[in-house]
């Protein structure tokens, strides 16, 4: 089994920074891209940013230079640090792996629970 656990959400004020974390513990073996992606009340979840194993990110346009994506491959975690956080960024924040399993010898995408970021005033 390959669990994904998020941490780092909470109620940040317009303009704040927050930063989420999330580790991939379990069977694994391997995790190729890495990246976050949220939703939002009433809307379709949405890439937030990627980033592969090398390093190489990818960001949806709305967050190009609030927010960086970053990973550290021995821990098997990625990072997202948000900043001038907006109204509207407001959302479910969800982490999402390849993972190479142990247990199926396979690669395999997989999800986190998701960690709720509120900016409110």
């Known amino acids: 089994q390959v669990q994904l656990v998020e941490s780092g959400g909470g109620l940040v004020q317009p303009g704040g920074s927050l930063r989420l974390s999330c580790a991939a513990s379990?069977?694994?073996?391997?995790?190729?891209?890495m990246g976050w992606y949220r939703q939002a009340p009433g809307k379709q979840r949405e890439l937030v940013a990627t980033?592969?194993?090398?390093?190489?990110?990818n960001y949806a346009d709305s967050e190009k230079g609030r927010f960086t994506i970053s990973r550290d491959n021995a821990k098997n975690t990625v990072y997202l640090e948000m900043s001038s956080l907006k109204l509207e960024d407001t959302a479910v924040y969800y982490c999402?792996?390849?993972?190479?399993?142990?247990?199926?010898?396979?690669?395999?995408?997989?999800w986190g629970q998701g960690t709720q970021v509120t900016v409110s005033s």
């Open positions: 980033i592969t194993r090398g390093g190489s990110t």
């Open positions: 999402n792996a390849d993972v190479w399993s142990l247990t199926i010898r396979t690669w395999k995408n997989y």
């Open positions: 379990g069977s694994v073996a391997g995790i190729n891209t």
